[in-house]
């Protein structure tokens, strides 16, 4: 029998099982090309299927000679990697295209996205011989200290020179807003310099006051434009023109011509020099040619003339003799006038640029496939070709701006096997903006349109339509402090959303709005997500997986409709930086004012972006304006957002109060914008900052033929050229490999396994090393004690330590090997914070202490109960990340004979690194030759902690014959280096009842972490710093060193001083308000006289300023004036309070417990032509010590600066030196620089006799060596005076601790916003004692410099870990550090030069070269000067919120974090959203202090 056959459905689809099968088809049929085409600084470069791997960074800096352009962080949050991509973008006009620079992070950029493009790198922009005008002009205005960061500064920059030229109507306009406000520099990071050259070199283009022309303009008169690019407003005052070159005539170089500017017909004799353009218009840079003049005693072909006189003591055999030491002044060179800093720079010609090649105006992009059996990259160029795509394989990856997805590759290990670049469909850029929007409508923003361009297209639709698109106005608000500029330039509104991040800042807007997103698949109709269903949950869309985001529509109500939206965002810092909050409030109002409609759209409380439902429910229909909506929306609000102590991402009270004070800003905004009734206006405006100014006295009386002078640093223009060689910018060695490091992923366990075979099969890798690669007595390493294994054994004792370490033959090989090696663990309790260590009672054994006073026989008991009153209390201060922009880096070459072996490190202490490279190689120390060219930074993380990475290189180099090369991700660099210590002081300070300070008792303990590294030290440090400047008779502090299990700390620019000279401002504050008396009159009251004795007992000598300069600066800085005004300013403002202090430091100098390490070798030799090579034992970080170091050679042996070349500092010439550290780097080694030389000149003497004092210095040295007089010196100097022993408590007998102190005095006025604890600093000014400056300029660039890092210690950076012990905080992205716009608005700096009665200062009890004193590390702690200006604005919000303190009084904690300032306001809506621990509950993050 035949049965009927069933009814069969139709056959479905099935779809492809590998990426193979969908997509070659369309490789096939569409894209048929993998060859990148491009240009790269005016060359075309043509790519046949490059490695599908890397990005635009890996690829320059593989290319021969392109190593300038920098890795700092690797997640588009430091900016050293910037390039300018120079693309053409849709026509503005119908004349045809417009072409536009835009600055990029490299990093993140993926190579697919060059293709027709023109990549312009700090390599194309000029070189050492013809540098570009801004390369120039930041290197002449000491703009560059490390240089790590400069290329990427100079490439932001450049992209906004290049964007201020229309070519078409040959204009040049550039604003000094431009550049500062506009966030142009937003995502650039300078660790050195603190921001204030730079921009001053940058203020050397505008135009404001030229009218934008080009046209040389050299009668220019209007002063007060100039005035704005004035250099410098003090050499104003001496008498130089305001463009800088002062009265000598010298051009600025600014575009369009500066008023000094040669007019055609001067001539040469004595007027002012040309600056007329370059001729070489064609050429591909804009370099001009006029020559600039020299100063003969910086630069001399001649090798100059001898300095005239020198006084040099002969010492004598074994006795330390003190010898003041003095060079006779000579006729101050030409260029210096009166000592007052003249620049001269060449014309910029904006239109003498590199051309956009003219082969892209032709260029049609076609569609691409490249990569190979792991990763394939599509570049479709339609947006049918990517909808076949994610037709045929839905889960292929879409790259827009790589922002999220290039960050989700590096640090979340994803990998993405297909991945499409969607950038250059022009149909995912097509923004719909109506011309007439009477009735309301839509607006539309192409969903991968870059949000530059987003955020230009809302400001100007604002500008047409006001307030009916107050939509646009919020969301160009988020995107202006969206990421940087760079991350602007490229990241979309698709991306952003696609991402569906918590704290994106477009998505609250978007959603507030009632937008929705456009989609397409291949199927006909476009797909509508409205945003209230997009979300949903943490970073998951409702999006369908083969749907593209073609658009994003936002709608517009229509014209007559009252209605309004605002958005809020609030980060740690204000410019680049990731929401903590975010919100968006749509509100329409009915024709009386009542709620008809209102969202509230919150960012960062929720997994997802969320709008909250009580709060929406309870302000239905009630009337806006009214006292009692506002309570009951804020009471609403703080249930919708009910947030537990321990919610992942931590701050939950201050993310409750936030979420409150942002609706309490709107509902005054919206009052006032709708012109609903009156309200408080204080309330609604938010903190912003004018443009940055500030002063530097550049005016040194002292200055001499070389020394005291303002010589730019001998690499400035090296560096800003791209020049200057770090280690990872040394070629290729034959043959070498790449270290990836194993680091523990836990705080403390028990290590049970450690598989690295995974490893050893991943491609390109050649082997493995570890604890069994050492004898195990040689696997241990530590600065003072050794206590620190070099790779863990058997045990991890913290997140981050080191287990192993893989090596391939790239480095992206040896790093994805690390990744695989599989660690097992078996977890145990881990110490983290102080207090858990003082509970467990884990020490390290180092505790010293200082008497004085009473408590040297006595009991200080007694001391107390002479006091009237007593103060008591506890004071932290978090630790500090370095953040040097350059990671740690090392190479190692071993020779072939004898072991030898060659370590270029980025290390402070060729000593150390030679001794353990000798350790755990067994190879003794005289083969050993650790180097240093230079570092990208130090500031002490690379005093010790750089060893251990030479160590390993140096054992696998051995193992293998083979150069090995490591430079650490900003992670590993952050988990592994340590930090500066926390560290807690529990006081207790005793006084008279007028404020006289009587009695000290303190217990000072830091957080050593799991090995002891400097951490001892550093606490005596603190110890001796606890007194800061004022007298206290009696004085009992202890010190206590805690072992946890967080990363090991180690030195910090200030070691220990900063910590506890904030410890003793805090006391300070809290005894004038306990005792009702001024601060100021406080301060006053207790500072040193001269003869007064420290708590170590050493005495205050004649060289005690801070009393002179506390005065003088009181006057200069308006103090008391200002101290009025800030008074009355806060009783008449609610919402914002200002403070403002005066505050002394006093720093000492010398490696203060470590005698030994107080002296210095040097070794000169000066060649046939006159020549000299210097080497002496101190490295270059960027504090400019050889610029110094060869200004000290160049004035004793009578040769210009540029005579004198030091190419490194190695130990194979200089033997057993200290590490670079302490500040004492010019002391020491310039004292040895200088004894070689006094020898040397002493066996020149008879030569000098018969050819003349003029005689050069070529025809000096030929004739002594014809005379077989030996022209090599080495010089050696220790420090005298010094040697105190800890437990001398004798006042006859005791050594001193330091050889002199470096003073300094700051006033500091910064304004809170009291409703989110953002802040500025309107103005700071600053005093030092640095004695008679070596180069003033390298000094000025110091303070600055420390100053704003000292900034960034107490009010911004903060170090977190997460409850399991894991450093939380490891990158740009969530470690904050000041950027351009966190450093005072007016910045003003000078040196003491006088006394009280107006007389030049001499340091009579100094004996340092020229009396020059060490700045390197006492300015910072000036830097809290914000901290407690801020600490009085709080204290005034205080008072007026009626907070009743306890009896220890008011105690911030450092840093005084946004989070820490809005949360001790103390006002109502801090009260409403206190959060309280439950039972158990543990905090999501930790700080440790
Ligand atoms: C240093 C730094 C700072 C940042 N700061 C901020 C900030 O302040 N605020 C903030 O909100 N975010 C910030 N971000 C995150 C990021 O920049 C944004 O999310 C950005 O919008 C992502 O856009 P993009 O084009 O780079 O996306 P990509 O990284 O290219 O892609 C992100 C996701 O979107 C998908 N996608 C892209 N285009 C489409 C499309 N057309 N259709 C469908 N899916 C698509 C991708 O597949 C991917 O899943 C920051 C990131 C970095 C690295
Ligand atoms: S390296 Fe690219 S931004 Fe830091
Ligand atoms: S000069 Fe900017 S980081 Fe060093």
């Known amino acids: 029998m035949e049965l009927p056959r069933p009814p069969m459905s139709a056959p479905k689809a099935q779809p492809a099982r590998t990426a193979a099968d969908a997509l070659t088809p369309l490789v096939g049929s569409t894209f048929t090309s993998s060859v990148l085409t491009f240009y790269l600084n005016g060359k075309q470069v043509s790519l046949e299927n490059p490695n599908p791997h890397l990005t635009l960074l890996e690829y320059i800096r593989s290319q021969h000679g392109l190593r300038g352009t920098k890795l700092g962080c690797g997640e588009g949050g430091c900016g050293a990697c910037t390039v300018v991509v120079q693309t053409r973008v849709a026509a503005t006009r119908p004349s045809g295209t417009k072409v536009k620079h835009l600055a990029v992070n490299a990093c993140l950029f993926p190579l697919v996205g060059v293709d027709g493009k023109h990549v312009i790198t700090i390599e194309g922009l000029g070189n050492v011989s013809r540098p570009h005008p801004l390369q120039e002009r930041i290197a002449k205005l000491h703009g560059s200290q490390c240089g790590f960061c400069t290329p990427g500064i100079v490439m932001a920059m450049y992209a906004i020179l290049r964007n201020a030229y229309d070519a078409e109507k040959d204009v040049f306009r550039l604003l000094e807003r431009d550049i500062q406000l506009e966030g142009h520099l937003d995502g650039n990071l300078c660790r050195c310099t603190g921001y204030k050259p730079i921009l001053q070199a940058a203020r050397t283009f505008v135009t404001e006051d030229l009218g934008g022309k080009l046209e040389s303009t050299p009668e220019s008169s209007d002063q ?65 040619g006029n020559e600039v003049a020299e100063d003969p005693s910086v630069s001399g072909a001649s090798y100059a003339k001898p300095a005239k006189s020198r006084e040099s003591k002969p010492s004598e055999e074994g006795v330390e003799i003190e ?49 190979n059996e792991r990763k394939l990259w599509f570049r479709p160029t339609t947006l049918q070709q990517l909808l076949e795509i994610k037709d045929k394989w839905p889960s292929a990856k879409l790259v827009a701006g790589a922002t999220e997805v290039q960050v989700e590759i590096r640090f979340k290990n994803s990998d993405f096997a297909v991945s499409v670049y969607v950038s250059d469909i022009e149909e995912l850029q097509k923004n719909d903006f109506l011309t007439d929007l009477e009735s309301g409508g839509e607006i539309r923003i192409g ?63 978007l959603l507030a709005s009632g937008a929705y997103v456009v989609a397409r698949n291949l199927q006909p109709e476009e797909i509508r997500i409205p945003l209230s269903d997009l979300f949903m949950a943490y970073r998951t869309t409702s999006l369908p997986p083969d749907a593209v985001i073609t658009q994003v529509a936002i709608p517009i109500p229509a014209k007559n409709d009252k209605h309004i939206i605002k958005a809020y965002k609030q980060a740690k810092r204000k410019d680049d930086d990731i929401a903590i909050v975010n919100a968006a409030y749509k509100l329409r109002l009915s024709a009386d004012g009542a709620v008809e409609d209102i969202i509230l759209a919150y960012g960062g409380i929720a997994p997802t972006t969320v709008s909250m439902k009580k709060a929406k429910a309870v302000l239905q229909k009630k009337k806006w304006f009214d006292s009692e909506t506002l309570s009951s929306g804020l009471d609403a609000l703080a249930e919708d957002c009910n947030l537990s102590f321990s919610v992942p991402g931590g701050m939950a009270h201050y993310r409750r109060a936030l979420v409150l004070s942002m609706f309490f800003r709107f509902w005054h905004e919206s009052v006032a914008e709708l012109q609903l009734g009156d309200v408080d206006l204080n309330i609604i405006e938010e903190i912003h900052r004018e443009l940055s100014t500030g002063t ?86 530590g600065s003072v004690k050794k206590d620190e294994p070099f790779f863990a054994d058997g045990e991890v004792t913290s997140h981050g330590q080191i287990i192993g370490m893989v090596y391939a033959e790239t480095a992206l090989q040896a790093q994805a090997a690390a990744k695989v090696v599989k660690v097992t663990y078996e977890v145990l309790p881990a110490i983290l914070t102080i207090d858990e260590a ?98 990208g930074g130090a500031f002490g993380g690379k005093e010790s902690r750089s060893v251990p990475f030479a160590c390993l290189l140096a054992v696998a180099a051995k193992k293998e014959g083979r150069p090995m090369r490591l430079m650490l991700n900003r992670d590993e660099d952050m988990m592994t280096s340590g930090q500066r210590h926390p560290i807690q002081t529990k006081w207790k300070i ?131 004036a200002r101290k009025a005004a800030v008074a009355k300013f806060n009783d008449s403002n609610k919402w914002k309070k200002r403070g403002i202090c005066l505050i002394p430091t006093k720093f000492g100098l010398s490696f203060a417990t470590a005698l030994h390490l107080n002296q210095a070798t040097a070794y000169v030799k000066i060649y046939h032509d006159g020549s000299v090579l210097l080497h002496h034992g101190g490295t270059e970080m960027g504090q400019g010590l050889y610029t110094k170091m060869c200004q000290v050679a160049a004035q004793e042996l009578g040769v210009p600066v540029d005579a004198v070349f030091t190419q490194d500092s190695q130990t194979y010439q200089s033997a057993n030196a200290s590490p670079t550290a302490a500040s004492s780097g010019s002391d020491l080694n310039g004292m040895a620089v200088k004894d070689a030389c006094n020898q040397i000149n002493e066996r020149l003497k008879p030569y000098r006799e018969k050819y003349g004092a003029d005689a050069p210095m070529r025809t000096l040295v030929h004739s002594a060596y014809l005379d077989r007089v030996n022209l090599a010196a080495n010089g050696f100097w220790k420090m005298p005076r010094i040697g105190y022993q800890w437990g001398s408590y004798d006042e006859k007998t005791v050594r001193p601790m330091y050889y002199y102190f470096t003073q300094g005095v700051a006033v500091s006025e910064a304004e809170l916003d009291l409703l989110t604890g953002d802040h500025t600093v309107l103005r700071t000014d600053i005093l030092m004692d640095v004695g008679q400056s070596i180069n003033p300029a390298i000094d000025y660039g110091q303070i600055e410099g420390a100053f704003v890092q000292g900034q960034g210690l107490f009010t911004m950076e903060e170090s977190l870990w997460l409850n399991t012990g894991e450093l939380a905080t490891r990158g740009p992205g969530n470690y904050k550090i000041p950027g351009f716009n966190d450093i005072p608005q007016q910045f003003n700096v000078s040196m003491l030069r006088a006394d009280s009665d107006g007389k030049p200062l001499t340091w009579n009890h100094l004996r340092s070269i020229q009396s020059s004193k060490g700045v390197g590390e006492p300015p910072l702690f000036l830097g809290a000067t914000v901290f407690f200006a801020l600490r009085e604005a709080v204290k005034a919000a205080r008072t007026m919120n009626g907070v009743q303190e306890n009896e220890s009084g008011f105690i911030m904690d450092s840093p005084a974090t946004v989070e820490r300032l809005r949360l001790a306001v103390g006002d109502d809506l801090v009260k409403k959203t206190e959060v309280l621990r439950k039972e158990g509950e543990k905090s999501f993050f930790v700080s440790v202090a």
Not at 344 to 369: G, M, V
Not at 729 to 744: A, I
Request: proline residues 5%.
């Open 447 to 509: 969903a991968n349109t870059p949000l530059t361009t987003a955020e230009d297209l809302c400001k100007e639709t604002y500008r047409k339509f006001g307030t009916q698109v107050s939509v646009l106005d919020a969301l160009r608000k988020q995107l202006r402090y969206f990421g940087g500029r760079q991350i602007r330039n490229v990241a979309s509104l698709a991306g952003n959303l696609a991402t569906a991040s918590p704290i994106s800042d477009a998505n609250p807007v």
């Open 696 to 781: 530097r006295d550049d005016y040194n009386p002292n200055e001499q033929r070389v020394v005291g002078k303002q010589v730019p640093a001998v690499s400035a223009l090296k560096q800003c050229t791209g020049e200057a060689e770090y280690v990872d910018d040394m070629p290729r060695q034959d043959r070498e490999l790449f270290g990836g490091l194993v680091l523990s992923s836990k705080a403390h366990a028990k290590i049970v396994d450690v598989d690295w075979e995974p490893a050893l099969n991943m491609p390109g890798v050649v082997g493995y090393i570890d604890k069994n690669s050492i004898p195990k007595e040689a696997n241990v390493w």
């Open 990 to 1120: 005793g006084t008279t009842n007028d404020g006289k300070l009587l009695a000290l008792e303190a217990d000072m303990y830091d957080n050593a972490g799991f090995s002891q590294d400097m951490s001892g030290a550093v606490l005596d440090r603190a110890c001796t710093h606890l007194d800061n400047c004022y007298e206290i008779p009696d004085v009992f502090i202890r010190a206590h060193c805690c072992k946890t299990n967080t990363h090991s700390n180690t030195a910090f620019r200030g070691f220990g001083g900063p910590q506890a000279m904030f410890v003793t401002e805090c006391f300070m504050s809290v005894i004038a308000e306990g005792l009702g008396v001024d601060i100021d009159e406080l301060r006053q009251k207790n500072l040193y006289k001269v003869g007064d004795r420290t708590p170590f007992l050493q005495q205050i000598d004649v060289d005690w300023h801070i009393p002179t300069m506390m005065e003088q600066l009181r006057k200069s800085s308006d103090y008391d």
């Open 838 to 935: 003082i509970e467990a009672n884990s020490f390290f054994a180092h505790g010293k202490m200082l008497k004085k006073g009473i408590a040297i026989h006595g009991n200080m008991e007694d001391a107390f109960a002479r006091c009237d009153r007593v103060f008591e209390g506890v004071s932290r201060v978090g630790g500090q990340e370095h953040f040097y922009l350059e990671t740690n880096a090392s190479l190692v070459i071993p020779h072939s004979e004898d072991g030898a072996m060659d370590v270029w490190s980025s290390t402070q202490n060729t000593m150390e690194t030679q001794e353990f490279v000798s350790q755990v190689t067994g190879v003794p120390s005289n083969r050993i030759n650790a180097r240093v060219k230079r570092m």
């Open 224 to 288: 007060n434009g100039l005035e704005k690019a004035a250099l410098d407003a003090e050499s104003l005052k001496a008498g130089s023109a305001s463009c800088g070159r002062g009265s000598t005539g010298v051009s600025c170089g600014r575009p369009g011509g500066c008023c000094r500017d040669a007019s055609p017909n001067s001539d040469s004799s004595g007027a002012p020099l040309s600056s007329s353009p370059d001729s070489a218009s064609t050429n591909a840079t804009s370099v001009s």
């Open 323 to 371: 010898v003041k030491t003095e060079t006779h002044l000579e006729a101050p060179p030409s260029s210096s006038k009166a000592g007052v800093a003249q620049q001269q720079f060449s014309t910029y010609d904006a239109s003498t640029e590199l051309i956009y090649p003219p082969a892209l105006y032709k260029f049609k992009r076609t569609p691409i496939c490249y990569g």
